[in-house]
């Protein structure tokens, strides 16, 4: 008599549903936000030392896999597959769950791939000056 494999079925409806936001954010501060995180800055903004200026949508799409940022469409996969194994966290076998609940627990500091600066704007004699140099 042969077993039948049981494969959990998993939500992609939520998926189905989701747009992705390319934008761009423009502001101004009274501080200087070259050291700070985004989340020290929105802080910062929300205190009354600085506000936004532009927040322009710049493309929308539909699908994940419509996304040509590498970099962002491996973020929203690597966040997909969390949401799924939250779903589903029942179903793993016990050696997985208790893997996946020490690594939880582990206090290692996890490095991201790609580190977002802020960059100064260029001024208006560096802007005239490189187009000069075209």
């Known amino acids: 008599?042969?077993?039948?494999?049981?494969?959990?079925?998993?939500?992609?409806?939520?998926?189905?549903?989701?747009?992705?936001?390319?934008?761009?954010?423009?502001?101004?501060?009274?501080?200087?936000?070259?050291?700070?995180?985004?989340?020290?800055?929105?802080?910062?903004?929300?205190?009354?030392?600085?506000?936004?200026?532009?927040?322009?949508?710049?493309?929308?799409?539909?699908?994940?896999?419509?996304?040509?940022?590498?970099d962002a469409k491996e973020c929203f996969e690597n966040l997909l597959a969390a949401k799924r194994l939250i779903q589903n966290v029942n179903e793993l076998p016990a050696k997985v769950k208790e893997e996946l609940r020490a690594a939880l627990k582990s206090e290692e500091e996890v490095v991201p791939n790609k580190i977002v600066t802020l960059a100064p704007a260029p001024s208006v004699n560096e802007e005239s000056a490189s187009r000069v140099k075209r």
């Open 1 to 70: 008599m042969s077993e039948t494999l049981r494969v959990p079925a998993t939500n992609q409806s939520s998926e189905q549903n989701e747009k992705y936001f390319s934008f761009q954010i423009k502001g101004w501060t009274n501080f200087d936000p070259m050291d700070k995180k985004l989340g020290e800055v929105a802080e910062g903004i929300e205190q009354g030392n600085g506000f936004l200026t532009l927040v322009e949508v710049l493309r929308v799409e539909e699908k994940l896999t419509s996304i040509d940022d590498e």
